[in-house]
């Protein structure tokens, strides 16, 4: 489509860029004329839209005097523009501008626009200026008027109303004129009472109008006439009510709200008269039976209802029959009457209400066929369900469930005695009761559903409902239950009620009661089966238990706590028992026994594969029993029998079937091939009876079809689910009976499927009406579908949905007509798959004649169900990518479907289109797609009726939306030239809707193609925005959608800010606004998406301020799509721009409005649908992350306040001593919405509102988690006086009380919440310090508190899964070190112990296999229970045996020997916990063997599981194995592989230590378990998972037994050193890496151990030296890249610092390599040498670089190179002494050659200090490599030369260096060093020591001076002595000092000659003549020795005199006790 084919006032891409020069006249005040004038008439009405939007904020912003000046001007610039042809958005931004003009200046010309409006429509529609759309400007001005200035205008009321009056004898202006006197009415209120008759008399008129529209705003402005004047509801009741009921005959949807809004407020205004402030009473005053009657008639009667003071025309036009629209009507006007009312008054009159809404069902008029029944039983449903849900708090609905039974049990007129027998029981009537059952089962069914839904509503909180005011229910010897409450009693009547419905309801309310409380389902199945055995000669009783039964066994695999699988094959045994007793009982039993047996079996079937298995065989029996064996036997059979025996074998067949069905849906794992052919047997037998069914019935009676419908339904279920493979041979004769099925051959009804719609698109909801699905009524708006019994579903259809059918909600199966060709229609899509070409085109031409031989209705009928059925098809061919077949399938099909595209009825149309949609894809023929596309356009070319145009226009919607954009692009012209010029036309709405439905499925499909398009489409979706009535609102749907395709066309192309897209993005925020203006709910949830979608897009065009407030609001509506579209959209902003939403919010919220985070926690309590409610969740969670860091109170004390919220107001106690609501209620308030009214209710909050509140507290620890402050006191005191803030630690307190309130709760799952966060807190803040304590923490003040909470969890009626966590956060405590004190520690212990006492007591009787001693729980909950205890038994362990060199954390205050204390918590129980530990590790590993190794396993059961429930618990194993893997570790290396004093419990008499053989299965399963786990790809995900195995593995090798078994196998070590090298680089834990490091050293010394066999090889996989040195590689590697060929060069990374731990693990990798060399044999280690000396040097040079580049981890680099140089000297001396040939010498030489090259930088340390330890460490391990005369001999000894000679450091240690090498043991070589450097050191010391300058160059030389007296000790003889000494003493004496001098003298001098003298006072004594003879020799010596000998003397008196008197003063004697608190400031 071209431009030449554009319309005139569409607008395109040229015009659009002109629209930005809009802006310079949108600022002013006054309207531009000339720019006005000059624009294209396709421009104005735009621009004027955008002036008149921007206005009102104009004025606002403007000064007064300005607008004074042009406010005359601007009035009648406005005025003029009543004779413009304005829309309705046009219209409504004009009269917003009169009102802002008025309220913000002058309003002396208000009465002139008034008086202009009212002689616009006093003119006549043919004179000039009175058009119709000058009419509806002046009356949308009237309205905004007299609703925004109310009084001003009061003057002109009469005329206005007159003329208002008159001027609805238009038709097109009624419904406007009627929102413009509502709106007069909201203004003026009580004011305009002397108009209130002659507008009720007008809206009399018009609530029966024609037009639905019409009727919908007299139905809103009557409303507001009740509200404002109380004559109709004191005077006219009667016909106003009437009136009100026939508006509702032929309703839609918007019709029927505001109808059950008027009437609602109508009634409750009546009950609440004499409070009216308009009038007095001055009549009686109506009782409340009475008002509420004004209801029930309507529902009972319809429209007939008080026509006797009606006028003689409404009872003319009333019908005679109660019409369905008008009950649903009621329904709501029901529930809106009770929100009016409020909770309070709803329980101060609780039975009343309640009988009242239960008589609705007794009149027989709601109850005459079974359809109504059915209808009205869900309208009841509906009121109670609403109004107790939304209304009630928990307290009030347990009331309310009381007030229930009673009716229940009061209806139940029967009583049960005992036969004369004893054992039989009967059923009798009552005297007293009332026997009409058949009137009375439809208010028991509402009864007992709505019991259901608030026993599940309150939880384990309805408890004493069932047990009366006992813990627990008992059973006596018969089963029956005693202290039962009165749920149970009224259970057991209804059970037994003749009412087949009645019964089903009792039994779903039971499975609900199961649900809500899981403790008691065993007891509840107890009862039933004790009742079934008691009750065997009653068929009431006898159906009713056994359904019950059946409802509770489908309970059980969605309960939390489970069932005994031993009950459960009690109930699989009963069930066969009365299939075998059916055969011997008498006719009235036959048939409730066979229906009870297959009922339970199907129950039984629902339990799951693990269950079933072990009775497979048994089933299959009974499956094959219950047909003929062959055909002969099925021919006898036909022959035999009477109706009442084929009524037995039919139920027989159809429960068999019904069983089959759920073993295959619950078990398809077991449908293997040997059971899906012993399945078959029954099922082709059953296929075999289908064509002999008809003959059947014919024989016996029409009473058997029932019957055979139930049969054909069960077969083709089952069939749905069994592949096609398996009964392909037989699907001609299927297909048969199928397509008979649904082309109604053989069945005279005209019965249609009811999945016609869900076959069609769910975009398509607008043209189907199927939104209405996605309501709030949808329950009960479901039954005004056109569909064959639409939302006619219930129990009596189809029993076994008690357990198929998810407890969730309500089951509601199809009547059995409709059920069976649904089921034959979802057969035939999967058969048709492998149908071939040829009878594929048999089937559709067999389709057509089937259709054209119909007629009318039935015609009809047959088509919906073809049409469904090849909808299947297709589906079925499009999911498994096959194709139609030949052209000749796609003509037939074509020719089918074709027909249908311009039927009357919208659905078919629809269908139709979809079919062909999807016959054009799964064709794949372009010439096909081409020739259907021309058909259509051929059609909407030529053809003038509106029908064909709808169905052909859908044909081009669904052609795009199937076929795709580039496979219809060809064709994407020419539809969208045509769409867009059908689309203009509105003359036809009908038409328009469907073309703008395909209009917007073609933009969504198109994509980039669509792009060309998206400029006429969207200026086309403008004009049609401004144009088109409002009253044409599913136009208005379609044309949101087609806004939001475009949005999505251009998608990230609206943040462009080039002129044309500018233009675009203004024209779709302009639209967005309009359409978010209009009045339907279903537009406006469009128009929140496509503004949704612009955020998302171009986030900055969308002002958030001016649209948080309307979503906020939207919240609030009472339609359910508008509040999803609400939150939806929250959602995303919150997700997006979490802290500018809640700005906003918290800006524009006054202190009148409930905050943001209330009105959403609000929500949660009323709310049911599941997508909200998560909305809702995320948008709380979004915004809890964001900004709980900044403000964490803010968001607990909003927690706290729903946790600790008060309960609910009751009748006695709403009001307080002065009547008004007390202030702290008003955080409890909670948003019921009905309609327009928001109603304000005192409830509590809900539990799961409540759990939902601890979620979002352990959600602001977690983001609070990263942050230091928030979990350390004295740091968020420093912070809070610095920066201000928040943080968690200063609320520790309300932390601790959120989660005892959620842990002390009475709902389970809340208790479980509070649990988690308890465990939560106690993780957090185990470490937080007590600043004001200091040794203590502050969680050390909670522990009350803490035992508190836990205490009741270990209580014997505590559920197991409650125990079980309260022991993970037992432990969790105890684990911590918060309790320092052994008696605190005691108290939670001794929880532990009390739940280890029981796992003992259960043990030991499961031993003793005592029969009659059962757990009332599920196998697998058991299993939970026990791991749970033995893991938290576990972690404490665990935490002792890591805390046990700990002196003083877990000791008592008077213990002597805390680690003692401490292990005494659990030393007493090892012996038991060791044997339940192994035991649980075996489980475990049985439960992980692979299918291959299934022989392995226990025949029965592990020690803590059962086979049944084997895949069950598999999770619990893997969430508690580590820990209890890790404690047994610990157990074993400390006990058990060792000597124990276990007590004989453990061991057999006499034997103290384990076999052997046990001792190695304990080893390796152990091992095996850690070494498994270890190796799985997935463990990387799990970094506590490996830390925990490795951390076992590492107490395990660690001991003496497990080495030496280590040692005996090579390859389990290697298998270990691979699996710690694969670790090592996948792992970048520093914890972890540590522990592998430990364990490649643990396995190197096991096999060091053990040294007779050396390795003779080194290579990979096959060398445990090779796994370790490949180990050690990968350590060091980070630090010493060189070791890889790809990386060289002397410096060491570059990357980030190393942390010290990362020095330390290379520290400890390298101390194991001497283990690897030690391994080897000699042969092998001169292979190995090179490379270990070349990682040990490379690491010190790599060490020491880091080492000068990190200072801080001076001492930590410093402490590996140390240990680096000893295990060097470790490798030299290995390789020295096994050295038999000289190769390690050679190369050890060789080593030490490369590191004499000093100026080589590969190997040498940059660190000369490091150097000489080096070369020292090697000469000292083995100096035959450098041998003197050699040199290497002068190069060494160059060295230590030069570095005498160098700085004070390096003379350090070079001395000391010296000093190892003249130590050495092999004496030439010391003697060799000492002649070499012992000058050196001699010279050193007398340069040095005179010169002494510091206190480093005096420790050298005192150092060497200690050297050179190790000398004088070295030397033998006495002559060399004395020359050594003659040496000696002359240097130390040159070395002192005169005593006049000694005081300039620095330190560091003065440290030499106090050490010098030291040395020769030390040295005189022990060698006295050559002393003597030497000092003799030199009188200068002598002499300079006595001066300092003196001076030495008199500085010892000052010292001592010093001392005595200073001493003590400067250092106090520290006190033997020390004290826990300063006392220093104490006065």
């Not at 002109?18 to 531009?32: I, R, V």
């Not at 589906?875 to 399938?889: A, C, F, Q, R």
């Amino acid at each position: 489509a071209g431009r030449g084919a554009s319309v005139p006032g569409v607008l395109w891409l040229e015009d659009l860029i002109t629209l930005s020069h809009f802006d310079l006249a949108m600022g002013k005040l006054l309207f531009d004329e000339a720019i006005y004038q000059s624009l294209p008439q396709g421009k104005k009405s735009l621009f004027l839209f955008q002036w008149l939007q921007r206005l009102p904020e104009t004025i606002r912003h403007c000064e007064k005097v300005e607008l004074s000046e042009d406010q005359k001007q601007l009035e009648e610039q406005l005025r003029k523009f009543f004779l413009e042809p304005l829309g309705p958005p046009a219209r409504h931004q004009l009269a917003s501008c009169f009102t802002v003009i008025y309220r913000t200046g002058k309003s002396f010309s208000l009465h002139e626009t008034v008086n202009k409006c009212c002689d616009i429509l006093k003119t006549k529609t043919d004179e000039v200026g009175s058009s119709l759309s000058s009419k509806l400007v002046a009356i949308e001005v009237l309205g905004e008027i007299f609703e925004q200035l109310g009084g001003m205008a009061g003057s002109s009321l009469p005329e206005t109303v007159q003329v208002l009056m008159k001027s609805m004898k238009v038709t097109e202006l009624r419904s406007e004129v009627l929102n413009t006197l509502r709106k007069l009415l909201v203004g003026l209120g009580v004011s305009s009472s002397s108009c209130h008759k002659d507008i009720y008399k007008c809206v009399r008129t018009f609530l029966v109008d024609r037009s639905l529209f019409v009727r919908c705003s007299a139905a809103k402005c009557a409303l507001e006439l009740i509200r404002c004047s109380s004559f109709i509801y004191m005077q006219d009741v009667d016909s106003f009510c009437s009136l009100c009921f026939k508006s509702l005959e032929g309703s839609n949807y918007e019709l029927r709200c505001s109808i059950a809004q008027l009437l609602g407020n109508f009634v409750a205004l009546m009950l609440k008269q004499p409070q009216h402030p308009a009038t007095k009473s001055k009549g009686k005053q109506m009782s409340i039976e009475d008002c509420l009657n004004v209801l029930s008639t309507g529902f009972v009667r319809g429209a007939t209802g008080f026509l006797k003071s009606g006028t003689s025309e409404l009872r003319a036009a009333a019908s005679t029959s109660p019409i369905r629209e008008v009950r649903v009507g009621i329904t709501q006007a029901y529930t809106i009457l009770f929100a009016e009312l409020g909770g309070v008054w709803l329980e101060k009159h609780l039975s009343v209400v309640v009988k009242h809404v239960l008589d609705l069902l007794a009149t027989p008029k709601t109850t005459s066929t079974h359809i109504d029944a059915v209808y009205s039983r869900k309208c009841v449903s509906f009121i109670l369900k609403t109004t107790f849900r939304c209304l009630f708090g928990e307290p009030t609905q347990i009331i309310a469930a009381r007030e229930l039974l009673q009716v229940a049990k009061s209806l139940c007129g029967v009583k049960v005695v005992k036969g004369q027998d004893d054992t039989d029981w009967a059923i009798v009537t009552s005297s007293g009761g009332s026997n009409n059952t058949s009137g009375n089962q439809h208010i028991l069914v509402c009864c007992m559903l709505e019991v259901g839904r608030l026993v599940q509503a309150v939880n384990t909180a309805a408890l004493p409902l069932l047990v009366g005011d006992h813990a627990t229910a008992n059973l006596d010897p018969d089963g029956n239950a005693t202290n039962s409450g009165i749920l149970m009693e009224a259970l057991d009547l209804v059970l037994k009620s003749s009412s087949m419905a009645a019964r089903l309801a009792a039994a779903w309310c039971m499975r609900c009661v199961a649900k809500a409380l899981p403790s008691q389902l065993y007891n509840l199945v107890s009862v039933c089966v004790s009742r079934l055995e008691q009750s065997k000669s009653s068929p009431e009783a006898v159906s009713g238990y056994s359904q019950a039964l059946a409802g509770l066994l489908g309970n059980v695999k969605g309960s939390d706590l489970g069932l005994p699988s031993t009950k459960a094959k009690k109930v699989l045994n009963i069930a066969e028992e009365f299939l075998q007793s059916a055969e011997r009982a008498g006719s009235a039993l036959a048939v409730p026994y066979t229906q009870a047996g297959w009922l339970l079996i199907g129950a039984f079937c629902c339990l799951g594969a693990n269950l079933v298995r072990g009775q497979l065989t048994q089933l299959v029996v009974l499956w094959r029993n219950s047909f003929p064996h062959s055909v002969k036997d099925a021919t006898v059979e036909q022959a035999k029998g009477n109706s009442q025996s084929w009524v037995v074998t039919l139920e027989g067949r159809a429960g068999c079937l019904s069983s089959i069905l759920s073993f295959l849906k619950s078990c398809p794992e077991l449908l293997l091939s040997d059971v899906l052919k012993r399945i078959m047997l029954p099922i082709n037998s059953a296929i075999a009876m289908l064509p002999t069914l008809p003959a059947i019935v014919k024989s016996h009676g029409m009473q058997l079809k029932a019957s055979t419908a139930m049969v054909r339904l069960r077969l083709y279920q089952c069939l749905f689910y069994i592949p096609l493979t398996s009964y392909e041979h037989l699907l001609n004769s299927i297909l048969r009976e199928l397509v008979a099925e649904f082309t109604l051959t053989d069945n005279p009804a005209d019965t249609t499927t009811s999945l016609l719609r869900s076959m069609c698109h769910h975009d398509d909801s607008i043209i189907l009406g199927s939104w209405l699905e996605e309501t709030d009524h949808k329950d009960i708006e479901e039954q005004l579908q056109p569909n064959s019994a639409s939302g006619s579903g219930t129990f009596e259809h189809d029993p076994t949905c008690v357990y198929a059918h998810d407890s969730s909600s309500v089951p509601g199966p199809l009547p059995l007509g409709v059920a069976v060709i649904d089921a034959s229609v979802m057969l035939f899509g999967k058969a048709f798959l492998n149908v071939s070409v040829k009878h594929r085109l048999q089937l559709l031409s067999h389709f057509s004649e089937c259709i054209k031989q119909a007629k009318s209705q039935r015609q009809q009928a047959i088509q919906i169900n073809i049409f469904t059925a090849f909808l299947a098809a297709l589906k079925s061919l499009i999911d498994s990518k096959s194709s139609m077949g030949k052209e000749g399938t796609l003509e037939s099909a074509y020719a089918l479907v074709k027909g249908a595209l311009a039927s009357n009825n919208p659905i078919l149309r629809c269908a139709a289109g979809e079919a062909l949609g999807r016959l054009l894809q799964v064709g794949d023929d372009a010439k096909f797609i081409a020739k259907v596309a021309q058909a259509s356009f051929d059609v909407l070319k030529t053809s003038r009726d509106a029908v064909s145009r709808t169905g052909h226009s859908l044909v081009l919607g669904c052609l795009h939306r199937y076929v795709g954009g580039m496979g219809s692009g060809q064709h994407l012209q020419a539809t969208v030239g045509i769409l867009h010029a059908l689309a203009q036309d509105g003359t036809v709405p009908l038409v328009q809707v469907w073309v703008l439905h395909a209009l917007a499925l073609v933009a969504d499909s198109g994509g980039p193609l669509f792009r060309n398009y998206v400029e006429q489409t969207l200026t086309l979706t403008l004009s049609l925005l401004m144009s088109v009535p409002l009253s044409h609102v599913e136009v208005h749907q379609c044309l949101a959608k087609c806004l939001s395709a475009l949005i999505t066309t251009l998608g990230p192309e609206l943040q462009v800010s080039s002129p044309s897209i500018t233009a675009l993005r203004q024209v779709c925020l302009v639209c967005c606004e309009i359409v978010q203006q209009h009045p339907d709910a279903v537009v406006q949830s469009a128009a929140i998406g496509c503004l949704q979608q612009v955020q998302l897009y171009a986030p900055q065009f969308v002002s958030l301020p001016s649209l948080l407030p309307s979503l906020i609001n939207s919240l609030d509506s009472s339609h359910l799509l508008l509040r999803r579209a609400s939150a939806i959209c929250l959602r995303q902003f919150c997700q997006r721009e979490p802290k500018a939403v809640w700005d906003i919010t918290s800006s524009s919220l006054d202190g009148q409005m409930t905050s943001l985070e209330k009105k959403l926690l609000a929500m949660l309590d009323v709310e049911v649908d599941e997508e909200l409610q998560f909305n809702v969740k995320e948008i709380m969670f979004s915004v809890v992350t964001s900004l709980a860091p900044e403000d964490p109170m803010h968001w607990l004390l909003l927690c706290n306040g729903v946790l600790s919220a008060a309960n609910p107001p009751t009748a006695q106690n709403a009001a307080g001593p002065s009547g008004k609501e007390t202030e702290e209620d008003e955080d409890d308030d909670t948003r019921f919405t009905t309609g327009e009214a928001v109603v304000l209710t005192k409830m509590s909050p809900r539990w799961p509102t409540k759990v939902f509140a601890v979620d979002c507290s352990r959600k602001i620890y977690a983001v609070c988690k990263n942050s230091t402050a928030h979990f350390d006191l004295g740091l968020a005191r420093r912070y809070l006086e610095q920066k201000g803030g928040d943080y968690l630690v200063m609320h520790l307190s309300e932390l601790v009380r959120t989660s005892f309130i959620a842990a002390t709760a009475n709902v389970n799952q809340f208790r479980l919440a509070g649990y988690q966060a308890l465990q939560d807190v106690i993780e957090l803040f185990a470490a937080s310090p007590d600043p004001d304590y200091p040794g203590h923490v502050l969680l050390e003040q909670y522990q009350a508190q803490v035992g508190a909470a836990l205490r009741p969890a270990f209580s014997p009626d505590t559920p197991p899964h409650v125990t079980a966590m309260a022991c993970q956060v037992c432990s969790k405590w105890l684990g911590s070190g918060i309790s320092r004190d052994i008696n605190d520690l005691r108290r939670f212990q001794q929880l532990l112990v009390t739940s280890l006492d029981k796992l003992n007591k259960d043990n030991l009787q499961q031993l003793a296999e005592q029969p009659g001693v059962t757990s009332i729980y599920g196998e697998a909950v058991s299993t939970l229970e026990s791991l749970a205890v033995l893991m938290a038994w576990a972690d404490l362990y665990i935490k002792v045996a890591q805390e046990s060199s700990t002196v003083g954390t877990w000791t008592s205050d008077n213990s002597q020997e805390g680690q003692s204390s401490a292990l005494d918590l659990v030393n007493p129980h090892l012996s038991s916990l060791s044997r339940y530990w192994l035991s649980a590790l075996k489980d475990y590993a049985c439960l992980n063997l692979s299918p291959q190794l299934s022989t392995q396993l226990p025949p029965n059961s592990g020690s803590f599981y059962s086979q049944e429930v084997a895949d069950q618990v598999k999770p619990y194993y893997n969430d508690c194995w580590p820990s209890i893997l890790h404690a047994a570790a610990i157990w074993l290396h400390f006990e058990g592989f060792e000597e124990t004093s276990e007590s004989p419990s453990q061991f057999p008499a006499g034997q103290m230590l384990p076999k052997v053989d046990q001792r190695n299965d304990r080893f390796f399963l152990t091992l095996g378990l850690a070494i498994k786990a270890l190796c799985t790809p997935t463990v990387l995900d799990s970094p506590n998972l490996i830390q925990s195995c490795l951390l076992a593995l590492e107490a395990i090798l660690s001991s003496q037994f497990a080495q030496v078994l280590l040692a005996g196998d090579t390859q389990l070590g290697i298998e270990l050193l691979s699996m710690c090298h694969r670790l090592l680089i996948t792992c970048s834990q520093p914890a972890i890496r540590k522990v592998i490091v430990q364990l490649v050293s643990l396995v190197g010394q096991a096999f060091n151990k053990d040294s007779a066999d050396l390795e003779s090889t080194a290579v990979p996989g096959k060398s445990v030296s090779f796994g370790i040195i490949q180990t050690v590689a990968c350590c060091l590697l980070p630090i010493v890249p060189t070791l890889t060929s790809e990386t060289s060069g002397p410096v060491a990374s570059q990357g980030k610092p190393f942390s010290e731990e990362d020095v330390d693990l290379a520290s400890s990798a390298i101390a194991t390599l001497p283990c690897a060399f030690k391994l080897c044999s000699t042969e092998v280690a001169v292979h190995m040498l090179p490379s270990l000396l070349y990682m040990i040097l490379s690491a010190i040079k790599h060490l020491t670089v880091l080492k000068q580049k990190s200072p801080q981890l001076s001492l930590t680099y410093s402490r590996a190179i140390s240990n680096a140089v000893g295990t060097l000297g470790v490798i030299v001396s290995a390789a020295s002494e096994g050295d038999n040939n000289g190769k390690s010498v050679d190369i050890l030489r060789s080593s030490f050659r490369s590191l004499l090259q000093v100026d080589d930088t590969s190997l040498v340390p940059d660190d000369r200090e490091t150097l000489l330890v080096v070369l020292a460490t090697f000469l000292k391990a083995n100096a035959v490599m450098c041998t003197p005369s050699t040199d290497l001999f002068d190069k060494c000894v160059a060295l230590f030369k030069e570095a005498l000679g160098s700085n004070s450091k390096m003379e350090m240690k070079a001395i000391q260096c010296c000093a190892s090498l003249f130590a050495h043991p092999v004496k030439y070589v010391s003697v060799s060093f000492i002649h070499a450097l012992g000058p050196s050191v001699v010279q050193y010391v007398e340069d040095n020591g005179k010169a002494c300058t510091n206190k480093e160059v005096a420790a050298s030389v005192m150092e060497a001076i200690k050297l050179l007296e190790y000398l004088v000790q070295l030397v033998d003889d006495s002559s060399n002595r004395t020359r050594m000494l003659s040496l000696l003493i002359p240097l130390l004496i040159s070395l002192l000092v005169d005593s006049e001098k000694s005081s300039s003298f620095s330190n560091g001098r003065g440290l030499i000659h106090r050490h010098a003298l030291e040395r020769l006072k030390l040295m005189g004594p022990k060698y006295p003549s050559e002393f003597k003879s030497i000092v003799a020799t030199d009188p200068q010596l002598k002499k300079r020795l006595e001066t300092a000998l003196k001076s030495s003397q008199e500085a010892g008196k000052d010292d001592k005199s010093t001392s005595s008197t200073g001493a003590f003063v400067r250092q106090p004697a520290q006190p033997t006790i020390k004290l826990k608190m300063d006392f220093s400031n104490f006065k």
